[in-house]
């Protein structure tokens, strides 16, 4: 309203000081609508002075948002504190958001929808499948009944919870969504949509979760492409996928293919994000990890004890993703033959999997049999055997009785075995894993060749102690009829 109009028909002040913050407060929901959702370093620091703006409105000014732009400070807020992966700070304020959508809408409505959603998302960033998974559910019913029409939005939706089934071991249940959710994008969207990738880099990244690789690669290469087409290559989808393609690789063993996508990756995150954000912290750690297992540890630790570091920082000591930095920091001590230090950083990397995770998820059954892998290089054979054991018992729920994953832990178990002197029960499950590795993958497969290569390792050590045993007791004969 003009000044001069105010004065001919005299609005009262009370009432020209709430259209003012009328104003205020729907110039500043149009202002959180144009934030990026991934922004980057140089954007995030000219959005840091709304912070306080966004705050006022929220605390003081709510009724003066109109319904449509209702939830809009709070995203905003809650942008700006992910993009520096500030989970912690932005959970509240979403939280806050979608009481205020359900005070003012009831709990059947868009904006409801969407901000059940959001916080999810925040859920799933801090690790918090448990709170996230319902969410998600009534959300994605919402969608599936309204009559908005809102199929991508519904698509985003989907590809969440797919998200949440993979992180909780729900394998099959997240592969049914993640192609379902590829299948709507490709029918309503345009080819070149970046969420197209999105899903193409999320199936791979499930399959690589599997040991699924070979399908996994050439999914992400795809996906690569795709974003590096879209985004001209600098993007940080465009490291995400770099990222993803270099775990691949380095699950295939092709180890110098996933150096070089890994250096790749986190460079370009550390020249969009700056050095302390949670998408560096997961380069520096999965690098660290091509190095560890490759026997590089000089060169892995500075990069795991900094991603550790950072992820502390962002996260606090409870947290998947500090789990993860704590896991390879136990491989790498447990190489270096400093035991206890590694025995530490396992335990406290399963204490944290199993508050997130609960009993039954294979991140678990690693910690498991990499723990017992270090009970048995200490000859601690029943504390191994224990692990061993229970990291079985979860393998055998997740993937059945007949998988690779399955095969190779009972490799394990075969060696402690072996080792222990155990030596007719070793043989028996060696056969067993050999077995298992036949039917489920390629006769050449390098795992089945070296399970193999166990087996008749160990039957050559057996042959050769039942000759000296023959041997000993035919010279006692001669001496006896001497």
């Not at 390879?328 to 399963?350: C, M, P, Q, S």
Request: proline share 3%.
């Amino acid at each position: 309203m003009s000044p001069s109009i105010q004065r001919l028909i005299k609005v009262p002040r009370d009432t020209e000081v709430d259209l003012l913050k009328n104003a205020f407060a729907s110039v500043l929901a149009g202002t959180a609508r144009q934030i990026s959702n991934i922004p980057i370093l140089q954007q995030i620091e000219s959005q840091r002075c709304l912070i306080p703006h966004f705050e006022e409105v929220i605390n003081s000014q709510i009724e003066n948002l109109a319904d449509d732009d209702l939830i809009w400070p709070f995203i905003g807020l809650s942008k700006i504190y992910e993009s520096q992966g500030f989970y912690r700070m932005a959970e509240p304020w979403m939280e806050k958001c979608l009481d205020a959508a359900i005070q003012r809408f009831g709990t059947s409505n868009h904006n409801v929808a969407v901000s059940s959603n959001n916080l999810a998302n925040i859920y799933y960033s801090l690790g918090d499948y448990i709170k996230a998974e319902p969410l998600l559910v009534k959300t994605v019913q919402f969608w599936e009944e309204s009559d908005f029409g809102q199929e991508p939005i519904l698509a985003t939706c989907l590809n969440n919870l797919a998200s949440i089934f993979q992180m909780t071991a729900q394998y099959d249940r997240s592969e049914s969504l993640f192609l379902k959710v590829l299948e709507l994008r490709k029918s309503i969207l345009d080819d070149n949509n970046p969420d197209i990738a999105i899903s193409l880099n999320n199936l791979a990244s499930l399959y690589s979760d599997q040991g699924r690789y070979n399908e996994a690669e050439s999914l992400h290469i795809e996906a690569l492409a795709r974003f590096r087409s879209i985004f001209e290559n600098e993007h940080p989808h465009v490291a995400m996928s770099l990222d993803n393609l270099a775990f691949t690789y380095e699950g295939q063993r092709l180890y110098e293919k996933a150096e070089s996508f890994s250096i790749q990756a986190l460079e370009m995150r550390e020249r969009l994000h700056g050095n302390e954000h949670p998408d560096v912290a997961l380069s520096l750690s999965n690098l660290g990890a091509i190095f560890e297992i490759q026997g590089f540890y000089d060169k892995a630790k500075p990069l795991l004890l900094r991603s550790l570091d950072i992820d502390k920082k962002l996260f606090g000591d409870k947290n998947l993703r500090v789990a993860g930095s704590l896991h390879t920091l136990g491989k790498l001590h447990k190489n270096l033959r400093i035991f206890d230090r590694a025995e530490l950083f396992y335990l406290e990397a399963l204490e944290i999997q199993q508050y997130f995770l609960g009993k039954v998820h294979n991140k678990i059954a690693i910690t498991l049999n990499n723990l017992a892998g270090l009970y048995s290089e200490q000859r601690r054979y029943l504390e191994a055997e224990s692990k061993y054991i229970q990291s079985l018992e979860i393998k055998k729920q997740i993937f059945g009785d007949n998988s690779s994953t399955m095969a190779m832990g009972l490799n394990n178990l075969a060696n402690l075995y072996a080792d222990w002197g155990y030596e007719c029960r070793a043989e028996k499950i060696f056969r067993q894993a050999v077995l298992m590795l036949e039917k489920c993958s390629e006769k050449d497969h390098p795992n089945t060749i070296s399970v193999r290569n166990n087996l008749i390792t160990l039957q050559s050590r057996m042959k050769k102690k039942i000759h000296k045993r023959k041997k000993k007791n035919s010279n006692v004969d001669i001496l006896r009829r001497l």
